[in-house]
């Protein structure tokens, strides 16, 4: 079992049960009642709960309420994480991690399976301790990158989230994908365009600037650039093709 982040309704009521692996429930809209090995909470916008592996708990939704959930296996997260679930149980949503369950809701599930890999250590980091922090600094630097690819992204802001210097971000961009850190940011600027401009009505211009493109213009020249076309093309073939 390899860790899997999933958007998930529950019938309005689900009976006390266990499982192997540890769970994260996030809410992403309405509320549940929890009880997880004794302990009751009520889980709403500000809260998430944590279930350790083989952990006796039971749950009665609202109806409508939709929930990011997390399935973690034990060997993933090690002995010390393993530890600090059997302590802490309920976790505060600060604003950050908010704003990532509300990205992960708009990304829809094709996309979640896809990035999971850098969302869920993101996730981790911005809800728990850093017993629950099993990825390093660069998967959460890609985590962030694909949540708010139009931020202004130096290297050395790049480095500062990573927690490495500037070269060691060039060296691991280098090996791990073959380009620098300001190519592979260019590429995953792109690849948003190319979905917005097939799936949604937004206004070429406005494409360029929520991916920190200066104008409209600047947008048209990095995808000549990178994929021989440009934005109004783009869009008029993926509606031909459907």
Known sequence: MRPALEIRTYQRESPHHHHAF?????????RME?????????????LAAWVAPNATHAQVAEDASRFLVLDCPSHWLG???LAT???QTYVPINPTARRLIEFADLAG?????????HLI???LSTL???ALQPAGGMDVLLARLEADPGAAWSNEAMARVAIMSEGQLHRRFLERFEQTPQAWLANLRMRHARRWLADSNLPVVDIAL???FSDQAALTRAMRRLCDTTPAAWRRNARRSG
């Open 85 to 87: 679930l059997a302590q």
């Open 121 to 123: 250590p993101l996730l």
């Open 79 to 81: 002995e010390a994480a």
């Open 109 to 117: 599930q094709h996309a979640l399976t896809a990035h999971s890999t």
């Open 34 to 46: 929890i009880e997880v090995e004794g302990r009751g909470a009520c889980l709403d916008l500000s």
């Open 22 to 30: 540890a769970q994260l429930v996030m809410p992403v809209g309405g």
């Open 210 to 212: 929520r991916l920190g």
């Open 128 to 130: 728990s301790t850093n």
